[in-house]
């Protein structure tokens, strides 16, 4: 085996193809080459060469000993030789006993496709069309809103796995446990319990209403872990234990490790995971089947990809997704499901498509952190680091401890353990499972589920001073689109070339859905002031508090969504407007005007005012351009994601 074949995992297996029938003749003995069989005989015959007695073998023996012992101090030194017992390690009481890790331990693996070969060479003979496609008479569109008795709400991701158990010395699962949901923004998308806002009232229309109008905000599906993080990631730990193979050995519950392999990649989402695509189809199908019924909803936006019907088709589809692979992957690849699930197949000519932007220097509402430069400034940005940094220290502690001692020559750290953490959902969702999930219990995962709060709270919604202006943008958008009248002030990220022209911002439709990322949401629920979020106060470094109420795994997991669903009702004047996340409603009394109503409606009118006056008090120069600071930790604070004035 060559060098390459038995080191370079990150190269992946070469995929070759071969001709069969040159294969079946190489099997053939050549012509006139055959050997004749001997009969056997019953004659013994004498082994010629040199008899050996027992002082030569001893001696080869030895000799074999101190070449084994030359050879493995050159290789790792005078470590092979310490007890295992110091520095916290315990003596491996595995297979791998005594045997270091393989250098190709963390490292990459991909499988690259479409593979090279074999490739179909004679495509023509395998149309997709052979022009007798049956019958195909239509049905009824679906409308569960209207034939069944309960909303459909979404409990989790069928197609992955979470562990049975925990690894020995770790644990049981509690019965009520769902490992899903606390991975914070890396959760798999769920609906959230009917209540969990504060409001009993579910996202199907209250009594005497129905829907005239819906605009659709969303997260892309599961993804790879991003390029960069400040505090660990899963390609960081991969380096790090394939850096150092040559010093370690696992055993017991981290025994997996000594043959483990880093097989995520980069940024990709929903087309590159199996938990990223689905949701994108179950997402556009729910809402094909809880919407359908209110006749004219037809009608939707996607920023960055802008798909809409042509005029004659009702009031149109519009559909806007940001230009960055992961989000026009979703579209471009993950598209497909997402329009099957709302318009069925086939679906091509059934609207346009107009792709912007994400890069530095272009105004883009759902990537505004590339046009605002607070947005990427150190201590302005990143202020969840004080606090992060500080609770893991806490809730890993013990979890460093017992893994530490199934470890040896190689000293872990606290960020190793979070490392391991993270590897868990990103394995699960790429892959099915991930042996890491075993390795926590279920205390550490709510400590884990607790750490991405902090990180979301101080950077992206309401304990951040740029949060606020980061998602006036999309505001600004919504009501435009609520008034049917154009942007008033191009002040902030709103791109002037595209919502000026109604062709490529066209107003009068009755469903928009917009695309982009966890933080982005985040930014728009603290613009919005959807002050039930921030009721319980800045989250502190040292300890979960009891019912708070702010969690990035109800806020933003991965394919998190947001209704602005529009009413009309017999029982209330006047049109009007309530949110919805991820099937929960939220209350909308820090919305100036709006009033406490048991379903979180508020008059349009009223909602619109409010959040005009949000869009006036707003200042992208100062928050996005000026030079004032904040410093670390508790000795400033915010609760509505404004800058410090």
């Given amino acids: 085996?060559?060098?390459?074949?038995?080191?370079?995992?990150?190269?992946?297996?070469?995929?070759?193809?071969?001709?069969?029938?040159?294969?079946?003749?190489?099997?053939?003995?050549?012509?006139?080459?055959?050997?004749?069989?001997?009969?056997?005989?019953?004659?013994?015959?004498?082994?010629?060469?040199?008899?050996?007695?027992?002082?030569?073998?001893?001696?080869?023996?030895?000799?074999g000993l101190i070449a084994c012992f030359i050879l493995q101090y050159a290789a790792c030194g005078p470590e092979c030789f310490k007890s295992s017992s110091s520095g916290g390690s315990a003596t491996p009481n595995s297979n791998h006993e005594n045997a270091l890790a393989p250098p190709y331990v963390g490292s990459t693996e991909v499988h690259n496709f479409p593979p090279a070969a074999p490739t179909n060479a004679f495509s023509s003979l395998f149309p997709t069309n052979v022009g007798y496609p049956g019958g195909t008479p239509t049905g009824a569109e679906p409308a569960v809103i209207a034939t069944a008795p309960a909303y459909p709400i979404h409990t989790g991701a069928a197609q992955l796995v979470l562990p049975a158990t925990l690894g020995k010395k770790v644990g049981k699962i509690p019965k009520?446990?769902?490992?899903?949901?606390?991975?914070?923004?890396l959760s798999p998308w769920f609906s959230v319990d009917r209540t969990a806002f504060g409001l009993d009232s579910g996202p199907e229309a209250p009594d005497t209403c129905r829907v005239t109008g819906l605009h659709f905000l969303h997260r892309h599906g599961a993804r790879y872990p991003t390029q960069w993080a400040s505090y660990g990631g899963p390609a960081k730990f991969a380096k790090r234990m394939n850096d150092n193979a040559a010093k370690w050995n696992a055993s017991g519950n981290l025994d997996f490790l000594n043959e483990w392999t880093y097989k995520l990649g980069e940024e990709c989402m929903s087309p590159c995971t199996p938990v990223g695509r689905s949701p994108m189809l179950t997402l556009m199908t729910g809402s094909v089947n809880t919407v359908w019924e209110t006749a004219t909803v037809r009608s939707w936006c996607f920023d960055a990809a802008q798909i809409w019907l042509p005029a004659e088709e009702l009031h149109g589809e519009q559909y806007h997704s940001r230009l960055q692979d992961r989000i026009s992957a979703s579209d471009a690849r993950v598209g497909p499901q997402l329009r099957i699930g709302f318009f069925g197949y086939p679906f091509e000519g059934k609207y346009q498509q107009s792709i912007t932007i994400e890069a530095p220097g272009f105004n883009n509402t759902l990537a505004p952190y590339d046009t605002c430069p607070n947005a990427n400034a150190p201590g302005k940005a990143n202020r969840s680091m004080y606090y992060m940094k500080q609770w893991?220290?806490?809730?890993?502690?013990?979890?460093?401890?017992?893994?530490?001692?199934?470890?040896?020559?190689?000293?872990?750290?606290?960020?190793?353990?979070?490392?391991?953490?993270?590897?868990?959902?990103?394995?699960?969702?790429?892959?099915?499972?991930?042996?890491?999930?075993?390795?926590?219990?279920?205390?550490?995962?709510?400590?884990?589920?607790?750490?991405?709060?902090?990180?979301?709270?101080?950077?992206?919604?309401?304990?951040?001073?740029?949060?606020?202006?980061?998602?006036?943008?999309?505001?600004?958008?919504?009501?435009?689109?609520?008034?049917?009248?154009?942007?008033?002030?191009?002040?902030?990220?709103?791109?002037?070339?595209?919502?000026?022209?109604?062709?490529?911002?066209?107003?009068?439709?009755?469903?928009?859905?917009?695309?982009?990322?966890?933080?982005?949401?985040?930014?728009?629920?603290?613009?919005?002031?959807?002050?039930?979020?921030?009721?319980?106060?800045?989250?502190?470094?040292?300890?979960?508090?009891?019912?708070?109420?702010?969690?990035?795994?109800?806020?933003?997991?991965?394919?998190?969504?947001?209704?602005?669903?529009?009413?009309?009702?017999?029982?209330?004047?006047?049109?009007?407007?309530?949110i919805?996340?991820?099937?929960?409603?939220?209350?909308?009394?820090?919305?100036?005007?709006?009033?406490?109503?048991?379903?979180?409606?508020?008059?349009?009118?009223?909602?619109?005012?409010?959040?005009?006056?949000?869009?006036?008090?707003?200042?992208?120069?100062?928050?996005?351009?000026g030079d004032w600071t904040v410093p670390p930790g508790p000795a400033w604070n915010t609760t509505t994601g404004d800058a410090p004035k």
Avoid at 176 to 185: H, Y
Avoid at 591 to 619: N, S
Wanted: aromatic residues 10%; contains cysteine; glycine residues 6%.
């Fill in 580 to 625: 919805i996340i991820n099937d929960g409603v939220v209350p909308l009394t820090g919305i100036r005007g709006c009033p406490e109503q048991r379903d979180g409606m508020c008059p349009v009118d009223t909602f619109v005012a409010a959040q005009r006056e949000i869009i006036r008090q707003t200042d992208w120069t100062h928050d996005c351009e």
């Fill in 176 to 185: 009520e446990f769902d490992m899903f949901k606390k991975w914070g923004n």
């Fill in 1 to 63: 085996m060559s060098g390459q074949d038995a080191g370079d995992v990150e190269a992946g297996r070469e995929y070759k193809a071969y001709e069969a029938e040159n294969e079946h003749d190489a099997l053939l003995p050549e012509e006139g080459n055959v050997d004749k069989i001997s009969p056997p005989s019953d004659t013994p015959r004498r082994i010629a060469g040199q008899q050996f007695g027992w002082l030569h073998v001893s001696a080869a023996f030895l000799s």
């Fill in 392 to 578: 893991v220290a806490i809730y890993l502690e013990k979890a460093r401890t017992r893994l530490q001692a199934q470890i040896s020559g190689l000293e872990l750290t606290i960020e190793d353990i979070y490392m391991m953490q993270q590897m868990c959902p990103y394995e699960t969702v790429a892959l099915g499972y991930s042996k890491f999930c075993e390795l926590f219990t279920a205390e550490e995962w709510e400590g884990f589920n607790y750490a991405l709060d902090l990180i979301f709270w101080y950077d992206s919604s309401f304990g951040s001073p740029v949060a606020r202006v980061q998602g006036i943008g999309y505001i600004q958008e919504l009501v435009a689109r609520l008034t049917h009248t154009p942007i008033e002030h191009h002040n902030s990220s709103t791109n002037s070339t595209l919502n000026d022209s109604p062709i490529t911002f066209p107003l009068g439709q009755s469903l928009y859905v917009d695309a982009t990322h966890e933080v982005v949401v985040l930014n728009i629920i603290t613009a919005l002031n959807l002050t039930t979020f921030a009721a319980s106060g800045p989250l502190p470094p040292d300890h979960i508090p009891a019912n708070r109420s702010f969690r990035s795994s109800e806020l933003a997991p991965f394919a998190t969504n947001i209704q602005f669903q529009l009413l009309s009702c017999a029982a209330v004047p006047g049109p009007q407007i309530r």
